[in-house]
């Protein structure tokens, strides 16, 4: 008979037996009271519970368990609200103490340049974190910045339609006409330059690689890796996420460093007089590895999320067509044979209230970038541990029935005279996000977003490939950075005759 010796073994079987022991004499009224959820599987907990939607997962979850519940994926614990009342305390009521940041295990990594840089990544809301959102605020999203950027915003939706009517018949991907709009508006204010042309056709910074670059980073922030559910894993990258992520970030600073390099030479011989934001960080003497990161955060956040909203929107109009019939009248009547203009936009409440409807169907983060708990802290009863990660679920607020009447229809005019606005004030109604985290692109996205939405509603008619009925348009999701629809949106355009273009 083989003995097994027992004194390697004992430490083992004293702690075992201590931890039985003192669970016994602890009553449930003694353990922290953390908000209920469903249960844990052991070592993997809920992960696949959340499917390829976590968010309609997390809000199927609240519907049994109530409006804040924890989840528990893989070592981590994530704390979700999924009602107005939830937001509030997140969002208001805990500001400061839910104000740090999860961030991403492939953003911490030796190497890596994004860690505790630009505006969303800091783990706290430090004094190098309010220096460059007070950058950002007051050189491209102030009402002041705004309003000069009105000719550049025109300019290059002009390309645009001029790009457009020279595809008029053949399909188009929306989403790509947008995205080079989107890109060569924040490139002019950054680098006063063009990132990239329609279909590559036309020479501009970086060519297609900048399009390509922002899918690819889309894709990968979104897919989840071993290394955040299971951060003992360390530097390990059993799925290679570190390595896919520095190589996507070395492509994206490489296009970003010959610009730089190229205006610090050029600011150096000649002391240009031309002012972007780039001039600006580099008056201030940030270092090109703080002003890559920062620029990244911008494009990536700035330019997909919009993207995906004028996305969303046209695809709701075509598909509602008593919706599109009511903002083309509404343009006609208060543009006429003009085209919009960032000054007519206060005098088109339907256009407005059809982006709204847009962003509560179809947010742009439909689950809030996680906050961290810096200290311990009690929501709505329930205990959130220091450390926990805490979001807001803002798509179910969006689809709540006991808040939105016929909450899954496209229904506009229920924000005509509402009250409700984009700054994150009443918790039902928070696309930006609400709080010191709140997207500071606010200003701008409200501006843009409807002023492409205007323009290709007022000068095109849109049919489907093969003129397939446009009521079945099909609206499924898919998760990216942001919210896009599963297939790209591919329309035919045809020129409104009756406009002048």
């Known amino acids: 008979m083989i003995m097994i010796p027992l004194f390697p073994l004992l430490p083992l079987l004293l702690l075992t037996i201590t931890i039985i022991t003192i669970s016994k004499f602890i009553s449930p009224k003694n353990r922290p009271a953390i908000p209920p959820g469903p249960y844990q599987w052991p070592v993997i907990g809920n992960i696949f519970q959340l499917g390829k939607l976590p968010h309609l997962a997390i809000t199927r979850l609240a519907q049994t368990h109530g409006p804040l519940i924890s989840l528990k994926l893989g070592s981590q614990v994530l704390v979700v ?14 500001d400061r103490v839910l104000s740090g940041r999860f961030v991403r295990h492939e953003f911490k990594t030796q190497g890596s340049k994004m860690h505790n840089t630009a505006i969303g990544l800091p783990d706290e809301c430090n004094e190098q974190w309010r220096s460059l959102r007070s ?30 009517r020279g595809k008029e018949g053949s399909v188009v991907e929306i989403g790509d006409e947008v995205l080079v709009v989107a890109l060569n508006i ?3 204010l950054v680098f006063s330059r063009d990132l990239v042309g329609y279909d590559g056709r036309k020479g501009a910074v970086g060519g297609g690689e900048m399009r390509k ?21 360390g530097d390990w990258d059993l799925n290679g996420m570190n390595k896919k992520f520095r190589d996507i970030f070395e492509r994206m600073f490489a296009i970003c460093d010959g610009i730089i390099r190229h205006r610090r030479k050029q600011k150096t011989r000649s002391g240009s007089s031309q002012h972007d934001l780039l001039d600006t960080l580099i008056k ?4 090109t590895d703080l002003i890559n990161p920062f620029l990244l955060e911008l494009f990536s956040g700035g330019v997909v999320s919009a993207t995906s909203t004028i996305t969303w929107a046209l695809a709701e109009l075509v598909k509602n067509q008593e919706a599109m019939q009511k903002l083309r009248e509404e343009l006609e009547k208060e543009v006429g044979l ?45 205990d959130i541990p220091k450390d926990t990660n805490v979001t807001v679920n803002v798509w179910a607020i969006g689809r709540d029935p006991s808040i939105w009447d016929d909450p899954l229809s496209y229904k506009p005019e229920r924000f005509l005279g509402s009250g409700l606005d984009y700054k994150g004030n009443d918790h039902k109604y928070l696309p930006f996000g609400s709080g010191r985290r709140m997207c500071p692109g606010q200003p701008m996205g409200a501006r843009v977003v409807p002023l492409v939405v205007a323009t290709l509603v007022h000068l095109f008619d849109w049919s489907m490939p093969g003129n397939i009925d446009l009521a079945n348009l099909e609206m499924e999701e898919k998760n990216s950075m942001t919210l896009v629809k599963e297939k790209h ?5 045809k020129i409104r005759k009756q406009v002048k273009v």
């Open 81 to 94: 609200g999924s009602s107005p009342a939830a937001a509030k305390e997140i969002l208001k009521t805990h």
């Open 135 to 164: 950058v950002g605020r007051t050189e491209l999203f102030s009402g002041k910045a705004i309003e000069s950027q009105a000719t550049l915003w025109s300019g290059k939706i002009a390309e645009m339609v001029e790009d457009l």
């Open 186 to 188: 924040l490139g002019n």
């Open 213 to 233: 670059l922002l899918r690819e980073f889309g894709v990968l922030y979104s897919t989840p890796t071993l290394t955040d559910l299971f951060p003992l894993l």
């Open 284 to 287: 201030r003497g940030l270092v």
């Open 489 to 493: 949106l591919c329309l035919v355009p």
């Open 338 to 382: 003009d085209n919009i203009e960032q000054s007519s936009l206060p005098n088109l409440p339907y256009l407005d209230a059809c982006v709204k409807e847009t962003m509560r169907l179809h947010p742009p983060v439909p689950l809030l970038f996680p906050h961290r708990a810096m200290e311990s802290c009690n929501v709505m009863g329930y």
